[in-house]
């Protein structure tokens, strides 16, 4: 590997940075290693080192960066048609709604009895008609929604984030709605497992992982008996734990062979776990789950679904809870599609950890100056929660 240490002044695009003069840490990189290619990317190395190691091995041929497209991009398949403060009022309605059919689902599977198609089909329906009126408001609700059990509140929020990637995707209102049946069911077969199984904390026995896999089949068979849900909601409902590389479960399923539904789903299903806590492990940072997404991309889930749902839902997730360089914590409300890094923040708690009140909105593209002039700048994010402020709170401020 044949690393040689460039001033950030000289840098080109298409140049593999592969070190900082810092740690990858003190930056808002969520990615150690990437090759250099937006302008944002250029003025925050700026910003934050004085050189970086470039390997020119993995380094493409340099594009100009004034270079402009062969084609006129087309305009996207979607529209925001309201702003998010008018939607939350009805987003927060249907995450309500969607909650409570969701428990009776659960309650009818306990009970062996057949599920209420009719009501759930009214309630992704619901959630759809929100996604394609703009996605933010149920993304931003399911992160700062107080959770409750793990197993409800991870169906909806995974049912909220697939339906919002299909849109990113472009994919069919039919096909978005779908993803979103499939968050809320995939996962229903967990009902039959033990619960001790379900809630401890140790590593499972070869016996008891055996036993928790099995809620995959579970929820394919539930589905499959269920009247008036889509026609492949079981097929489907067994490919979330598949991996691109065929060490996936439960049947070792390749590549291509998964497809782009269940890669969506073990995507978006990873996702959403490791940014909960569960009975046997914390909750990490939405930027560690990202980054350990794309470390796992091309071995564990399909390269290019996992670049476009980072791209979907950014670097800087809405509803992530950010410490900011002045010391004060805020929540991501809002984002640039050209400014990942400089998303927009409702500042909520102070330098020293008080609620602030009133709340204060910042727009970090904007290039505002803390007090000792810096400008304002994302230092770390933290886990989910961690602010302690609901949505509809924010938007009340």
Same mark, same amino acid.
């Given at each position: 590997?044949?690393?040689?240490?460039?001033?950030?002044?000289?840098?080109?695009?298409?140049?593999?940075?592969?070190?900082?003069?810092?740690?990858?840490?003190?930056?808002?990189?969520?990615?150690?290693?990437?090759?250099?290619?937006?302008?944002?990317?250029?003025?925050?190395?700026?910003?934050?080192?004085?050189?970086?190691?470039? =390997?020119?091995?993995?380094? +493409?041929?340099?594009?100009?960066?004034?270079?402009?497209?062969?084609?006129?991009?087309? %305009?996207?398949?979607? +529209?925001? $048609?309201?702003?998010?403060?008018?939607?939350?009022?009805?987003?927060?309605?249907?995450?309500?709604?969607?909650?409570?059919?969701?428990? =009776?689902?659960?309650?009818?599977?306990? #009970?062996?009895?057949?599920?209420?198609?009719?009501?759930?089909?009214? /309630?992704?329906?619901?959630?759809?008609?929100?996604?394609?009126?703009?996605?933010?408001?149920?993304?931003?609700?399911?992160?700062? !929604?107080?959770?409750?059990?793990?197993?409800?509140?991870?169906? *909806?929020?995974?049912?909220?984030?697939?339906?919002?990637?299909?849109?990113? *995707?472009?994919?069919?209102?039919?096909?978005?709605?779908?993803?979103?049946?499939?968050?809320?069911?995939?996962?229903?077969?967990?009902?039959?497992?033990? =619960?001790?199984?379900?809630?401890?904390?140790?590593?499972?026995?070869?016996?008891?992982?055996?036993?928790? !896999?099995?809620?995959?089949?579970?929820? #394919?068979?539930?589905?499959?008996?269920?009247?008036?849900?889509?026609?492949?909601? #079981?097929?489907? %409902?067994?490919?979330?734990?598949?991996?691109?590389?065929?060490? @996936?479960?439960?049947? @070792?399923?390749?590549?291509?062979?998964?497809?782009?539904?269940?890669?969506?789903? /073990?995507?978006?299903?990873?996702?959403? /776990?490791?940014?909960?806590? &569960?009975?046997?492990?914390?909750?990490?940072?939405?930027?560690?789950?990202?980054?350990?997404?794309?470390?796992?991309?091309?071995?564990?889930?399909?390269?290019?679904?996992?670049?476009?749902?980072? !791209?979907?839902?950014?670097?800087?997730?809405?509803?992530?809870?950010?410490?900011?360089?002045? @010391?004060?914590?805020?929540?991501?409300? @809002?984002?640039?599609?050209? &400014?990942?890094?400089?998303?927009?923040?409702?500042?909520?708690?102070?330098? =020293?950890?008080?609620?602030?009140?009133? $709340?204060?909105?910042?727009? *970090?593209? !904007?290039?505002?100056?803390?007090?000792?002039?810096?400008?304002?700048?994302?230092?770390?994010?933290?886990?989910?929660?961690?602010?302690?402020?609901?949505?509809?709170?924010?938007?009340?401020?």
């Amino acid at each position: 590997m044949l690393k040689k240490s460039v001033p950030v002044g000289e840098l080109r695009y298409g140049m593999y940075v592969a070190e900082l003069d810092r740690p990858w840490t003190d930056t808002p990189f969520v990615f150690q290693g990437f090759v250099l290619q937006t302008e944002e990317e250029l003025e925050t190395l700026k910003g934050f080192c004085n050189w970086v190691l470039v =390997d020119e091995a993995l380094s +493409e041929p340099q594009r100009p960066h004034a270079l402009k497209p062969a084609l006129t991009p087309r %305009a996207p398949r979607y +529209e925001v $048609q309201v702003a998010i403060d008018h939607e939350v009022g009805p987003a927060t309605l249907t995450h309500g709604a969607t909650m409570s059919v969701l428990r =009776d689902a659960i309650k009818a599977v306990r #009970a062996n009895q057949t599920l209420d198609a009719g009501s759930v089909a009214q /309630a992704v329906d619901a959630m759809t008609q929100s996604v394609l009126r703009n996605p933010d408001a149920l993304m931003l609700l399911s992160r700062l !929604r107080e959770k409750g059990d793990y197993a409800h509140s991870h169906s *909806l929020d995974t049912a909220i984030y697939m339906a919002c990637f299909g849109r990113f *995707l472009e994919l069919s209102v039919a096909d978005i709605a779908l993803l979103g049946y499939l968050g809320l069911m995939q996962d229903i077969g967990k009902l039959r497992v033990p =619960d001790e199984i379900l809630r401890k904390e140790e590593r499972l026995t070869p016996s008891e992982l055996e036993q928790a !896999r099995r809620h995959v089949q579970h929820s #394919a068979d539930i589905l499959s008996v269920t009247p008036d849900v889509p026609p492949r909601l #079981a097929e489907l %409902a067994l490919l979330h734990h598949e991996r691109h590389d065929g060490s @996936g479960y439960p049947n @070792g399923l390749k590549g291509a062979q998964i497809g782009m539904m269940g890669s969506i789903a /073990a995507i978006v299903d990873t996702f959403d /776990a490791l940014t909960s806590p &569960r009975p046997y492990a914390q909750a990490v940072s939405p930027s560690a789950a990202l980054s350990m997404l794309y470390k796992w991309r091309g071995t564990f889930f399909d390269a290019a679904l996992v670049e476009q749902f980072i !791209r979907c839902i950014g670097i800087f997730p809405l509803g992530c809870v950010v410490e900011l360089n002045s @010391g004060e914590l805020a929540i991501v409300i @809002g984002q640039h599609s050209g &400014r990942r890094l400089q998303p927009r923040v409702m500042i909520v708690r102070d330098a =020293d950890g008080n609620p602030l009140k009133p $709340q204060k909105l910042l727009d *970090l593209s !904007r290039g505002q100056k803390i007090a000792t002039g810096e400008a304002y700048r994302i230092k770390r994010t933290l886990e989910y929660g961690k602010a302690g402020v609901s949505a509809e709170a924010l938007f009340k401020a």
